[in-house]
């Protein structure tokens, strides 16, 4: 399978604890983003990155949450001192360069629940 | 701010019958515009998009239509199957010159009967 690869697929975490999860996007893509979709909602932009620099952040993301992309490949997406307010679907997207840069292309998303 | 907004918000229709989803945007400089299937416990699937310079844009059983002027959009499917129960979700993206980050729409659940 070639597409957006995202590890855990579940998270059951306790409030206070610190979660981490891990996106794959598809091979070559340079661009990367994280969405957050809460339930019955659309998904929110959280982050962006274009090769391993983080361009934009939402104001979704507070000072709890970091995203890495080291090396320009998979990305990292952490959250600190999770509140019950975390809870959601984390997904991963990426899109290629080029005139296609538009186009992104989904994982199938890592579900936290906070208890 | 950016905004989508997409209705209906559930919509159900026999099989074989058409449905029609409508959104309208507020960002003019946006120029992109994908639809996203998402099935339960699944991340979004891409199955048609549009570009701001093409009014409307066919694949199959599926057609988007576009008015710029009026800053709205809308998804047909025709000849329904049961396959096409969902939730449905439109974007809108700005992509010169910027990020291209997608703002979502509230979703419209669909619900085809057999």
């Known amino acids: 399978d070639t597409g957006v690869s995202q590890n855990p697929r579940h998270k059951i975490t306790k409030r206070g604890q610190n979660v981490t999860f891990r996106c794959d996007p598809i091979?070559?893509?340079?661009?990367l983003y994280w969405y957050r979709q809460t339930l019955g909602q659309g998904p929110e932009f959280l982050t962006y990155?274009?090769?391993?620099?983080?361009?934009?952040k939402s104001r979704l993301l507070s000072d709890r949450f970091s995203a890495e992309r080291p090396k320009g490949s998979f990305s990292t997406l952490e959250i600190q001192r999770t509140e019950q307010g975390d809870s959601a679907m984390y997904l991963c997207a990426s899109s290629p360069s080029g005139e296609s840069q538009e186009t992104q292309y989904f994982g199938p998303g890592t579900r936290l629940l906070v208890l | 701010g950016e905004n989508v907004e997409q209705h209906p918000s559930t919509l159900s229709v026999q099989e074989g019958d058409s449905a029609v989803i409508k959104c309208t945007y507020s960002?003019?400089?946006?120029?992109?515009f994908p639809w996203y299937k998402q099935e339960l416990g699944k991340g979004p699937q891409l199955i048609i998009d549009i570009r701001s310079n093409v009014g409307e844009k066919k694949d199959q059983r599926i057609a988007v239509t576009l008015n710029k002027t009026a800053k709205h959009f809308s998804l047909h499917i025709t000849e329904t199957q049961p396959e096409d129960s969902a939730v449905y979700f439109c974007a809108a993206s700005r992509s010169s010159g910027n990020t291209g980050k997608l703002i979502f729409g509230q979703g419209t659940t669909l619900q085809v009967k057999p």
């Open positions: 960002d003019s400089a946006s120029n992109y």
């Open positions: 091979s070559e893509h340079n661009r």
């Open positions: 990155f274009q090769n391993e620099a983080q361009l934009e």
